[in-house]
């Protein structure tokens, strides 16, 4: 039997701006994370209803692949240590920040390279319509 495995976390932090959460899911060694800017403080509610309802219209970066380390059960006061640590932590992990920079870097290329080809498809268009306008003179017309 195979084993399964998925575990998301949410952190809202205030980015000095702005209320922004970080949501981050491991799912079956695939690592993704979505960016949500909040604007104002979000109350529990807001939070609720975006886990519970609002889960399917997040938008995920392309899954990255992450190997689960395994740790040894510890100390319930040296975990709840642990926990508290991760708690003060402001802002979201490096590797989410890694997946988010290397989606943003993707976007950017692709719009790139969009811009490019159509400002390629505008000269050429351009360029037939004075071909065409050059015939027609030529032609007496």
């Not at 399964?4 to 981050?24: K, M, N, P, R």
């Not at 800017?37 to 109350?43: D, L, Q, R, T």
């Not at 640590?85 to 988010?100: N, Y």
């Amino acid at each position: 039997m195979r084993k399964i495995g998925a575990s998301s976390t949410l952190t809202v932090y205030h980015d000095g701006q702005f209320w922004v959460g970080v949501y981050e899911q491991v799912e079956n060694g695939s690592y993704s994370v979505c960016r949500i800017v909040f604007g104002a403080e979000p109350s529990n509610e807001e939070i609720l209803d975006l886990v519970c309802n609002g889960y399917n219209e997040l938008r995920f970066t392309s899954p990255i692949a992450h190997e689960e380390t395994s740790k040894p059960a510890a100390n319930p006061k040296r975990r709840q240590r642990e926990a508290s640590r991760e708690m003060k932590k402001h802002g979201p992990s490096t590797k989410a920040q890694q997946a988010l920079s290397e989606e943003r870097e993707a976007t950017a290329r692709l719009k790139k390279a969009d811009a490019r080809e159509r400002r390629e498809d505008e000269k050429r268009q351009r360029f037939e319509q004075r071909q065409e306008k050059r015939k027609a003179k030529h032609r007496g017309r």
